[in-house]
């Protein structure tokens, strides 16, 4: 949506993106929205882009294979802190969008001289056609686990207000042939099964970062590269240096991530995709190339480090950092280059 909404080939006119930014500046509170929303007090431009939005991507979320997590449309108050964040004058999507279409009249340019200009408008055009088919399987797989859990989450809700179990989201923690047992028997007690099958879990709660290798002794191994003070040595993602203020990320949720700032994250997938529109870098923890955050980084031309070691502990909040995504280090600036 937020694409939509900022791009100039967008589905909304001049005359309705003011009337929406009017209304929405003035939408305060996330209970504000949702009234507006049910009162139909956006235009029907918006309306019908946000609904349209919500149908195709509100399967999608933080960890979306997974059936247990939570989906983008149950938390209205995420959709809505998003769009509060966005600059539709300024922001990832519009200057990319500027970049390509720059990077095309080069290219266009150099095939007319050669006399290919024909054939390089036809293999453009089937490039940007297919490349959005790289993650359609993935997609289609979401959307059917989005449409799973809202079923699962039905006989969920139905099992709470029973009092067989304290919470719909506790059917997860129930095995498929428990679940089947249980629908056929209305006196199995599930609670004990739930605590059952949450153990193990619980006794590894207190690990928050597993080790990367294990060796079959059970040695673990840590490679520290050597560096100079102030300097974090990673891999090399994405093109370009870039100063600013660092805010650390654990979920693409957890807190704003404003107009200008470095994302610094463990990892990314689909779901951080909005995060990425206001920075203007990025560091992670783990991940190579082809990490979900590394493409997104190259496709917006975001100076990206990755394979940043505790990078999410040893940055902090507010932290002055230099992103040199060319040669692979994270810098400590000590003041902020203004």
Not at 4 to 33: E, M, P, W, Y
Not at 229 to 249: C, N, P, Q, T, Y
Not at 312 to 330: F, H, L
């Amino acid at each position: 949506m937020c694409k939509h909404i900022s791009g100039r080939d967008n589905n909304l006119s001049s005359k309705a993106q003011l009337h929406f930014c009017a209304l929405f500046i003035a939408t305060q509170t996330v209970d504000d929205f949702k009234q507006k929303l049910s009162k139909h007090e956006y235009s029907a431009d918006f309306t019908k882009l946000y609904d349209e939005y919500i149908t195709r991507f509100g399967c999608r979320g933080v960890k979306e294979i997974d059936i247990a997590t939570p989906r983008m449309s149950e938390n209205l108050p995420h959709i809505f802190n998003t769009l509060k964040q966005i600059d539709l004058e300024d922001n990832a999507t519009l200057n990319v969008k500027k970049r390509s279409e720059a990077a095309y009249e080069q290219l266009l340019q150099i095939a007319r001289e050669m006399g290919k200009e024909k054939r390089f408008v036809m293999l453009a055009k089937v490039y940007r056609d297919m490349n959005g088919y790289r993650d359609h399987p993935k997609y289609m797989y979401v959307v059917a686990v989005g449409l799973l859990r809202r079923k699962v989450l039905q006989l969920g809700n139905q099992w709470a207000r029973e009092g067989r179990i304290d919470s719909a989201e506790q059917i997860f923690n129930l095995s498929v042939e428990q679940v089947s047992q249980a629908e056929n028997d209305s006196n199995l007690q599930l609670m004990p099964l739930v605590e059952a099958n949450i153990a193990p879990y619980a006794k590894v709660a207190h690990v928050k970062d597993w080790p990367r290798i294990i060796d079959s002794r059970g040695k673990i191994y840590r490679a520290l590269p050597e560096t100079k003070e102030g300097e974090i040595v990673g891999e090399a993602i994405s093109l370009g240096i870039i100063k600013g203020r660092a805010k650390v990320l654990l979920d693409p949720y957890e807190k704003p991530l404003n107009k200008g700032e470095i994302l610094v994250c463990k990892a990314s997938e689909p779901s951080w995709a909005p995060v990425f529109i206001n920075a203007s870098g990025v560091v992670m923890e783990v991940g190579g190339p082809l990490q979900h955050g590394a493409i997104i980084a190259r496709e917006y031309g975001l100076p990206c480090v990755s394979s940043v070691y505790d990078a999410t502990k040893i940055i902090k909040d507010g932290d002055w950092i230099e992103v040199d995504g060319s040669d692979g280090i994270v810098r400590v600036v000590n003041e902020p280059n203004l």
